[in-house]
DNA sequence: GTCTATAGTGCGATAGAC
DNA sequence: GTCTATCGCACTATAGAC
């Protein structure tokens, strides 16, 4: 137990504080060096590890994508396009238990009242469904059909989640994005 | 014919002298006060007429969403979802005439050079969509419903927009729309 | 770790149009 | 006199270069 240099995890201790700034005194009046000294850090050091002052709201993509993969890698070959996207939605499902509703939560309240942060969901979200839609074009899918097909899918897991952290809301992750996914299927199924 | 104090026309000039430099020179290399300085004005100026760098390459949008809200208004009561977005679309493909398309594709170029442009694009897409969800809302669409027709509508606009400005395309904004509309008709009718 | 360029804001001053 | 477009200057924070 002597003095260490460093405690371990300053990557998620940074992160940590960064959603209590931006929570208690907002996103914009938050710098760079507030989030770093609340850990004990300087502000070179928070650029370190997040290429911006947003990023540190936005990570683990990697883990979505793997899993996202995977998921296409196992559906049953010929499989209609958007079977292949709802097997990569139900995987998506085990990144959202009940014990992470909270955290959710507060973590959209935030990026809902800054277009900034925004656009970088936006982006990350476009980020999926290109990783969706080039799997989709290797199993044989054709070009456009993949992108609209994996389009599909990130609104169906957009509104999804939407719906998973409204108050109140009880129902699984997964339900609920099988819900969504039937009224897309309602809905272009009603048009002339 | 004395001197002016100054030209008229201020934001177009600054819009076209922007594209020109984040053409030749790249969107990063070049500085708010470059774009104001190659047509006589200050950065200051720059920033009074645009929020920001970005910001330059995407005006017009306020158009855009009125056509949408008019062909909404315009279409029959008690019209699909789907069948509504239809005609927004339809509305939409007005803005972009076959003049328009080597500007479109000249745009498009430094937008998908830089991931900070994407991200305003993006927005601005779901900007559009908010529009749609909400006016088919207020038509009666039930809530969710009317966010994945919205968001579908901003879908197959964004892929029949990339096939109007592919290398060697000629057919019409319209034809594609509808083409791609089809697509996606087809696609979600596939699955289990 | 330090140094620097750029983005973007706030405010006061100027000068013509109405 | 008021309104609008512009300039000029000082300033902070981000982010990248060294």
Redesign the interface.
């Known amino acids: 137990m002597g003095m260490v240099r460093w405690e371990p995890g300053a990557r998620e201790r940074l992160q940590a504080a960064a959603m209590d700034l931006y929570i208690s005194r907002g996103y914009e009046k938050t710098t760079a060096a507030d989030i770093a000294q609340a850990v004990g850090l300087t502000e070179r050091t928070f650029f370190r590890h997040f290429a911006d002052k947003r990023e540190v709201l936005f990570s683990g993509q990697e883990l979505l994508e793997q899993a996202i993969l995977e998921a296409l890698a196992a559906a049953p070959q010929g499989a ?4 292949m996207v ?1 097997s990569a939605l139900s995987a998506l499902a085990a990144f959202f238990p009940v014990e992470r509703r909270v955290h959710s939560r507060r973590r959209q309240t935030i990026i809902s009242a800054n ?1 900034a942060l ?3 969901e ?2 990350k979200m ?1 980020g999926l469904a290109a990783v969706v839609a080039a799997a989709l074009r290797a199993r044989g899918v054709s070009g ?2 993949a ?3 994996a ?2 899918g990130v ?2 897991f ?2 999804a989640f939407g ?1 998973w952290i409204a108050e109140g809301e009880e129902r699984s992750f997964l339900d609920i994005q099988r819900e ?1 996914l039937g ?10």
């Not at 209609?80 to 079977?83: G, Q, R, T, V, W």
């Not at 009224?183 to 048009?191: D, H, N, Y």
Request: proline content about 6%; charged content about 15%; glycine content about 2%.
């Open positions: 209609a396009p958007l079977d709802a277009p925004q656009e970088r936006l982006l476009a456009s059909t992108t609209l097909a389009e599909s609104t169906v957009s509104v719906k969504v009224e897309l299927l309602a809905m272009t199924a009603g048009a002339a």
